[in-house]
């Protein structure tokens, strides 16, 4: 029998591949009316980074790393030797609440191992966020994982005491969950993201016509996902081909993208080795570009590059490769093309339009907004600046290379990863 000590070191270990963690876009709640206990803001909780650059909460931690599923890519799954351990709802709400009055966390992230059956797991999990809300009237933020294949009445209870759900989509690919995590279902993983999909559209369109009343709550800060990359074959075109398709299905509010992290005892259908970190921060550069900058995934990869290049972010390598739409008149260009030079964010872009409208932009003015020269000045030109010849023509010569090292090369050994 494990000391709390014990499975709390277990358990928040066994929580780290987690990637989504952030708590943006919640209802704001606090207790300075010397009600309830915590509070939780409209911006991200805090973070902390373990050893290997994984961002986690502060309590982020499983209620069992049992698991009656055995997914290969899986450190819980049901054949790893890994140590088990388990804890009951009342230990997690005493624990969340403890930490809290030690200003240790702001919030919980609580996700599990499915035990017993989907419903059965689908229950305690339900019960430490309404033990939670209800006995302690706790106001910091949750995170519950749904378990996918739980019963509908449960989904939507778990949204009314948790600030946000997520459902793990797993794979790029059918074929690889087929694969994988035979166990899993996608076309269910897919079902579940519509009904809480459905419930939000209902709790939204409830509180816009319901101004005066109190609408019962679900899940204000919505559903995110994760998706684990390099464990497969896919591409980054399927990566963020499948990502485009859950935000546009579902109203997804994020995407997380996990590195595929080596665990002991793996099977033969693993990569021998992880992928290189910088594909994944490629792969939250190219989601970022197509949420927020007009972008279409066809535009960032292609059949003949299907991969992301590592040298460049995204928005460069597509001003490499589109190099004669550039340089861009930073007085006359409307937001859209803005929006593509690289070094230019969104925030910028909003200053930019603002200040021309009163004066004719020069060099000095990028200064004063903080924007990056040295990134930027290739490809804009001002009313004291335009880019020389030679400057066009050396960034054809740094044109990105059409592919980035695979995981999956045919010349490697899959089982020693000797060349």
């Known amino acids: 029998m494990h000391s709390i000590e014990k499975k709390l070191a277990i358990l928040s270990d066994a929580a780290k591949y987690d ?41 982020k931690i499983l209620m069992t790393n049992y698991c009656m599923y055995d997914c290969l890519y899986c450190i819980n799954r049901k ?33 599990s191992g499915i035990i017993r059956n989907p419903d059965y797991t689908m229950e305690c999990v339900i019960e430490v966020a309404q033990k939670l809300r209800e006995e302690h009237d706790f106001r910091g933020y949750i995170h519950l994982k749904t378990i996918p294949e739980a019963s509908r009445e449960l989904i939507a209870k778990a949204g009314q005491w948790a600030d946000r759900l997520s459902i793990n989509i797993e794979l790029p690919k059918k074929s690889s969950l087929t694969k994988l995590a035979p166990e899993k279902d996608g076309l269910g993983i897919k079902a579940s993201m519509q009904r809480i999909h459905e419930k939000e559209s209902e709790y939204k369109a409830a509180k816009k016509s319901n101004h005066h009343s109190k609408v019962p709550h679900f899940a204000p800060a919505g559903q995110s996902t994760q998706m684990i990359v ?17 935000y546009r299905s579902y109203g997804l509010r994020r995407v997380y993208y996990s590195a595929f992290s080596p665990i002991p005892d793996p099977s033969q259908k693993l990569p021998p080795s992880a992928p290189p970190l910088l ?80 004066h004719k932009l020069c060099l000095k003015d990028l200064s004063k907004l903080r924007i990056s020269l040295k990134k930027v000045m290739p490809f804009i030109c001002l009313l004291d600046y335009k880019p020389s010849t030679y400057s066009l023509d050396r960034l054809q010569n740094i044109r990105p290379e059409t592919e980035q090292l695979q995981l999956f090369d045919p010349g490697l050994s899959p089982i020693t990863g000797e060349l």
Not at 316 to 324: C, E, F, P, R, V
Request: aromatic content about 8%; glycine content about 8%.
């Open 19 to 59: 990637a989504s963690c952030a708590s943006s876009g919640t209802r704001k709640q606090d207790s300075l009316n010397g009600k309830g206990i915590g509070s939780r803001g409209g911006i991200g909780i805090c973070h902390s980074y373990t050893p290997d650059g994984r961002c986690v909460s502060l309590l």
């Open 230 to 246: 390099g464990a497969d074959d896919s591409t980054d075109s399927n990566v963020l081909s499948t990502a485009s398709q859950l």
């Open 79 to 111: 054949s790893s030797n890994t140590p088990r351990a388990r804890l009951k709802p009342n230990e997690i709400v005493e624990l969340t609440i403890n930490f809290y009055k030690r200003n240790y966390i702001e919030g919980l992230f609580l996700s």
């Open 279 to 358: 594909r994944e921060h490629r792969l939250y550069q190219a989601d970022w570009l197509v949420r927020f900058y007009g972008f279409n995934v066809d535009e960032i990869v292609s059949k003949q590059n299907p991969n992301l290049n590592l040298k460049h972010d995204p928005k460069t390598s597509w001003a490499l490769l589109n190099i004669d739409t550039f340089p861009v008149d930073l007085n006359t260009a409307p937001r859209e093309t803005l929006l593509r030079v690289p070094g230019l964010g969104v925030r910028s872009i909003n200053r930019i339009l603002k200040i021309r409208k009163w």
